[in-house]
């Protein structure tokens, strides 16, 4: 029979996963109860929903089997099993769940990172056995089949016996090396320590033969060795159990169980709801972003229950899509084992739990947001475009339950700040939210156009990521104070600088239209600024489109075409009008090529490109000689 060959990616993930020190060796036990668990499951689920098939609690079990004569460790379940194809698919391509896009494999030092993000559970096996024998046998079916691997090199599958249904792992314990013992992986206590470790909450018996010991009978201080099948497991789901019953460990352990996340999780909730409608839920924000979050392979959802059976994986109508980086599961009594995907999206039952999950996460946010301000601005950096993201779709209908959670970088504070925070702050002249838009905080922080705004004392917030205008246009105002951009068309600061920009504008009438009209197709129009103070430029926008969106949906593969109104404005009061002005009176063809200039400068200071390079630095050039 021919050996095939891992995919070769599979393989060098094998490889990797096996040779690296992976100081955690003893999860590899976790992985295969939580896939025994998970095949028990589907069994169950079906035995519930199909009325031909009768089934009895008791036939739901996993067993844990230690030889030390053989070096063997079985891992056996009642589950469903697993087809020839099955085996094939499942258990011959590893990282199914993601390419492997490793930086740099220096950064899986810490195995967990690969078993969690990348689904290779069963794989895990490797880092205590040299050889994993897989005997399962599929629900409806007669036959059974032999998958066994000694690692990296491949695998074979071939026809084999088995009596019932479901699956049996063998692992052949590695030797003792040097520097590691793996005998303990043969030991009953050590074994059975494991399992309660991070196998209590699973919800079938996980047996296992113990020794005890007892009084030889007929004797008073002789005791005699008897094995004893027990079951190790509490049962106990942790989402029944009392919050004061569990630790955060016990949370932390439970989301890695469920591979939830590849990370610790930053925050758990644990609601119980007692009410008309009863259920429980864990629910864990992640510190990470799932390596596929931003894209659009990323599934939201959660694990859902139905008395304690699984009925789906992910439950994409119990997340609204600002929340979907919530993990975990919710379990209720009063949902139906055998409804169907099509009726759940009508389900009433459904609608209340998800509405209630909703605001439970919002409450909890805020909590986190006002209590552990680092933390949350650690959940912050990974999720908070997700919340702008909320802002900003269905036309900003759930703007009311997201703005309190928004953080923008602060001028003044020089850190996040909540809308709350710098509107407490306003001096009472202040009539604007004022903001600007730029690719970091210290380009914006040089920008002509903070300049009178800053000059005020007023503070700025910083937007640097795309979202950013976008979703604050959707906002419009907060707390009854309108959203300004400093590059906006009238800031409408400064009364008494605005009367002398007008007598400028009149009396340089003929500089600026001369200037609008060498310009004209690039800007709409060329104004005295009121904004500027060091700078003889900047670019500013007219209307709902500023530059800033312009560049944004520029960029966009369906590129719209949409512009940004520009307006040039000019500092009067810089050196380089008055050039300027002189020029004018002296030679138009030079006012030209200074206005020119001045335009691609201002381009410049934006981030926009230059429409024709070459003839800029012609320009400069000829300014020059
Ligand atoms: P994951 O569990 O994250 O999907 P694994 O590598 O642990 O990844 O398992 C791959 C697949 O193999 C599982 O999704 C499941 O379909 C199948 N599998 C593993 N163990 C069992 C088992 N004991 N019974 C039935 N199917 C199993």
Same mark, same amino acid.
């Given at each position: ?60 079990? $996993? %067993?844990?089997?230690? #030889? ?5 460790? /079985?891992?056996?379940? !009642?589950?469903?099993?697993?087809? &020839? ?109 494991? $399992? %309660?470790?991070?196998? #209590? ?5 996980? /047996?296992?033969?113990? !020794?005890?010991?007892?009084?030889? &009978?007929?004797?008073?201080?002789e005791f005699e060795e008897y094995k004893e099948e027990q079951t190790i497991n509490s049962m106990v789901p942790i989402w029944k159990k009392n919050k004061n019953e569990l630790t955060d460990e016990d949370y932390v352990n439970f989301y890695q169980e469920k591979h939830y996340g590849f990370d610790k999780p930053l925050k758990h909730i644990h609601i119980k709801v007692d009410g008309t409608i009863r259920y429980n839920a864990i629910l864990f924000i992640p510190e990470n972003i799932p390596f596929d979050y931003y894209s659009k392979e990323f599934e939201k959802g959660l694990e859902l229950y139905s008395s304690g059976v699984l009925i789906m994986e992910k439950c ?48 909890e946010l805020e909590n986190f947001l006002k209590n552990d301000r680092d933390k949350y601005e650690l959940f912050y950096n990974s999720f908070g475009r997700q919340l702008k993201f909320g802002v900003y779709n269905n036309f900003g209908q759930d703007k009311d339950v997201l703005q309190d959670l928004l953080l923008f970088y602060s001028s003044k504070e020089e850190k996040l700040v ?208």
């Open positions: 029979m021919a050996k095939q060959a891992f995919k070769a990616e599979s393989k060098r993930l094998l490889d990797m996963m096996i040779n690296s020190i992976y100081s955690n060796r003893e999860i590899f036990l976790r992985e295969l109860i939580s896939n025994a668990s998970d095949a028990i499951d589907k069994m169950y689920y079906k035995a519930l929903t199909d009325d031909s098939l009768t089934f009895d609690q008791k036939d739901y079990y $996993i %067993k844990i089997d230690a #030889d030390k004569d053989s070096r063997t460790l /079985k891992v056996m379940d !009642t589950g469903i099993g697993m087809t &020839e194809e099955e085996l094939e698919n499942n258990l011959g391509v590893i990282a199914k769940s993601g390419s492997l896009a490793f930086k740099n494999e220096n950064e899986i030092k810490d195995g967990h990172d690969i078993i969690g993000q990348f689904g290779v559970g069963f794989y895990s096996a490797f880092m205590v056995a040299d050889k994993v024998t897989v005997i399962t046998k599929a629900f409806g079916s007669d036959q059974a089949y032999k998958w066994e691997s000694t690692g990296a090199d491949g695998y074979t599958i071939e026809p084999s016996e088995k009596e019932t249904v479901g699956t049996e792992i063998i692992l052949t314990i590695k030797e003792n090396t040097e520097d590691e013992s793996y005998d303990e992986y043969l030991e009953e206590y050590r074994l059975r320590s494991i $399992i %309660k470790k991070y196998s #209590d909450f699973i919800r079938y018996p996980i /047996k296992m033969e113990v !020794t005890e010991s007892r009084l030889k &009978e007929g004797c008073e201080d994409a109508d119990l997340l609204p899509d600002y929340f979907s980086f919530v993990k975990g599961m919710v379990d209720s009594e009063d949902l139906s084992l055998n409804i169907s995907r099509e009726i759940l999206q009508q389900d009433r039952q459904l609608k209340f739990i998800a509405k209630n999950i909703q605001s439970k996460i919002k409450r909540t809308l709350d925070e710098y509107v407490s702050r306003m001096p009472e002249a202040q009539k604007y939210i004022y903001y600007a838009t730029g690719e970091t905080n210290e380009r914006i922080a040089r920008m002509p156009q903070t300049e009178l705004v800053a000059d005020k004392g007023y503070e700025i917030l910083y937007f640097t990521e795309d979202v950013d205008e976008f979703a604050i246009k959707m906002l419009m105002s907060y707390k009854d104070k309108e959203f300004k951009s400093v590059a906006s068309g009238d800031l409408d600061i400064d009364e008494e600088s605005k009367e002398k920009t007008k007598a400028e504008e009149k009396e340089n009438k003929g500089l600026l239209d001369y200037m609008k009209e060498t310009l004209s197709g690039k800007v709409k129009d060329v104004k005295i600024s009121t904004r500027l103070k060091n700078h003889p430029v900047c670019l500013t926008a007219d209307g709902e489109v500023s530059i800033e969106m312009e560049k944004i949906l520029s960029a966009m593969p369906n590129n719209q075409e949409v512009k940004a109104d520009k307006i040039l404005e000019i500092n009067a009061d810089h050196e380089v009008f008055q050039s300027l002005k002189t020029v004018f009176e002296q030679d138009t063809e030079k006012a030209g090529l200074y206005t020119n200039l001045l335009y691609n400068q201002a381009l410049l200071i934006e981030g926009l490109p230059i429409e024709d390079p070459i003839e800029f630095t012609n320009d400069i050039c000829k300014v020059m000689v």
